[in-house]
């Protein structure tokens, strides 16, 4: 059974950069399934962010495109993402999923990890 | 891209049945095979509940089912249990650009 846990800081200044680690057990991420993050800021609703593959192909949600990086490192069984120039809007807990082809299909997520961006 | 619209809240008495709307555009909702519900308890992950507009996963009670109508999905849960209270997403794919929308969220009371 797949499991996915996020690791990353929990704090953030703005303008820094956030970094999260998303680590696959129990399955190969070199699978015909796709990996992600979705945020989810407090007491409010779900963002998708964005989707790797396997190869490195990644798409993210326009809104935040300019700000966001997607890889995955297949030696370690792992994706991550990056976030530039972080303000208060970003604080949110982070999760990662996996979803098959059909795009919306989020079967499998981590526990999510709160990111808090203050001064 | 807005976000899809769901109501804000629903309620029920146990054994009732309750419907959650979730409405986009024919460019999300309307046009694609490809949207899914989640059920969310405080604290927790979401967890999927229908995929494909009315398939259910293995583990998922058949008291919950998914439907659409033009650009308005639906999901209905049956049999209304104190554990299905929790908040619940709607998602949809909305082509090769916004990719993925979320709905809102709608809290879901059993009295």
């Known amino acids: 059974q797949v499991h996915l846990q996020e690791s990353g800081p929990g704090l953030l200044k703005p303008s820094e950069t956030l970094s999260l680690t998303c680590a696959v057990s129990?399955?190969?991420?070199?699978?015909?399934?796709?990996w992600g993050w979705i945020r989810q800021p407090p007491g409010k609703g779900l963002e998708w962010i964005g989707t790797v593959w396997h190869t490195g192909s990644a798409y993210c949600n326009p809104s935040l495109k300019s700000r966001v990086t997607i890889s995955v490192d297949t030696s370690k069984n792992q994706f991550s993402l990056r976030l530039n120039s972080v303000t208060a809007a970003d604080t949110a807990v982070y999760y990662c999923v996996r979803h098959d082809d059909g795009y919306v299909n989020f079967d499998s997520w981590g526990q999510g990890t709160l990111v808090t961006v203050s001064s | 891209q807005s976000a899809l619209t769901q109501p804000r809240s629903v309620s029920g008495s146990p054994g009732q049945s309750v419907t959650i709307s979730c409405t986009g555009t024919?460019?999300?909702?309307?046009?694609?095979?490809?949207v899914s519900w989640y059920q969310q308890h405080p604290g927790k992950a979401p967890k999927l509940m229908i995929y494909d507009v009315t398939n259910r996963p293995s583990g998922v009670p058949d008291r919950f089912s998914g439907s659409r109508s033009g650009n308005t999905a639906s999901l209905t849960i049956s049999g209304l249990q104190a554990e299905d209270e929790a908040d619940y997403f709607c998602c949809s794919y909305a082509g090769s650009y916004i990719y993925v929308l979320f709905g809102g969220g709608t809290k879901l009371t059993v009295l």
């Open positions: 024919s460019s999300d909702v309307g046009g694609y095979k490809y």
């Open positions: 129990g399955y190969s991420i070199r699978s015909t399934y796709y």
